[in-house]
């Protein structure tokens, strides 16, 4: 499978890379619009930084256009941690989304922040059966902020720390996990194998 990752301006792309190659899947970086048409299965939104930062660095690498492209031509969007929250509107921390989705990006009630280290799944009772197989799994989280969708259909999973939050949600065309699954061991390799052969819909 071919996956576009569109790198957000910090972060784990190195790791998030090696991830996907050692899947066997074939992946391309889009550092600009320097391309008429995005030929991919998979567009990924990596999850490191501010919603801020990294729509500003989208916007000065010409790449809005590029999703915009994207999205007009069905290609599914995986995102992953920040990249699931700019699917949203407007974040507490500063910073409007992508807006492709209703709903806000607030600030996790807890003592200790970020919430850094392995939690589990927990799935919602109408979670798709493939998905649904990974009730209970433990995958690696380092977040600050989650989303709360305006429409609570989206969300497919939720976890615990201090307070219930989404950590994946789906919408058509469009699927998010607030946790890092090339961080994840066997289980967010086996997790990203399924989101792209059965996610995309």
Same mark, same amino acid.
């Given at each position: 499978?071919?996956?576009?990752?569109?790198?957000?301006?910090?972060?784990?792309?190195?790791?998030?890379?090696?991830?996907?190659?050692?899947? /066997?899947?074939?992946?391309?970086?889009?550092?600009?619009? &320097?391309?008429?048409?995005?030929?991919?299965?998979?567009?990924?939104?990596?999850?490191?930084? *501010?919603?801020?930062?990294?729509?500003?660095?989208?916007?000065?690498? /010409?790449?809005?256009?590029?999703?915009?492209?994207?999205?007009?031509? *069905?290609?599914?969007?995986?995102?992953?941690?920040?990249?699931?929250?700019?699917? %949203?509107?407007?974040?507490?921390?500063?910073?409007?989304?992508?807006?492709?989705?209703?709903?806000?990006?607030?600030?996790?009630?807890?003592?200790?922040?970020?919430?850094?280290?392995?939690?589990?799944?927990e799935m919602v009772s109408n979670a798709?059966?493939?998905?649904?197989?990974?009730?209970?799994?433990?995958? %690696?989280?380092?977040?600050?902020?989650?989303?709360?969708?305006?429409?609570?259909?989206?969300?497919? &999973?939720?976890?615990?720390?201090?307070?219930?939050?989404?950590?994946v949600v789906q919408a058509p065309g469009?699927?998010?996990?607030?946790?890092?699954?090339?961080? &994840?061991?066997?289980?967010?390799?086996?997790?990203?194998?399924?989101?792209?052969?059965?996610?995309?819909?």
């Amino acid at each position: 499978m071919h996956v576009a990752i569109i790198p957000l301006g910090r972060g784990n792309l190195g790791s998030l890379t090696a991830h996907f190659m050692r899947l /066997g899947h074939r992946v391309e970086i889009i550092q600009d619009a &320097s391309r008429e048409r995005l030929a991919a299965d998979w567009v990924i939104l990596p999850g490191v930084g *501010s919603m801020r930062g990294a729509v500003r660095h989208l916007d000065q690498q /010409g790449i809005l256009s590029t999703l915009k492209q994207a999205r007009q031509a *069905s290609v599914p969007v995986l995102g992953i941690c920040l990249g699931m929250q700019l699917f %949203y509107h407007h974040s507490e921390e500063g910073g409007e989304g992508l807006g492709w989705l209703s709903g806000r990006v607030p600030r996790l009630s807890a003592p200790i922040l970020p919430h850094i280290g392995w939690n589990d799944l927990e799935m919602v009772s109408n979670a798709p059966r493939w998905l649904a197989a990974f009730q209970g799994a433990s995958v %690696y989280f380092v977040h600050e902020f989650f989303v709360e969708p305006a429409d609570t259909d989206q969300i497919l &999973s939720s976890t615990q720390y201090y307070q219930t939050f989404p950590s994946v949600v789906q919408a058509p065309g469009l699927f998010g996990v607030q946790f890092h699954p090339e961080l &994840s061991g066997d289980v967010g390799a086996a997790l990203t194998e399924a989101i792209l052969n059965q996610g995309g819909g």
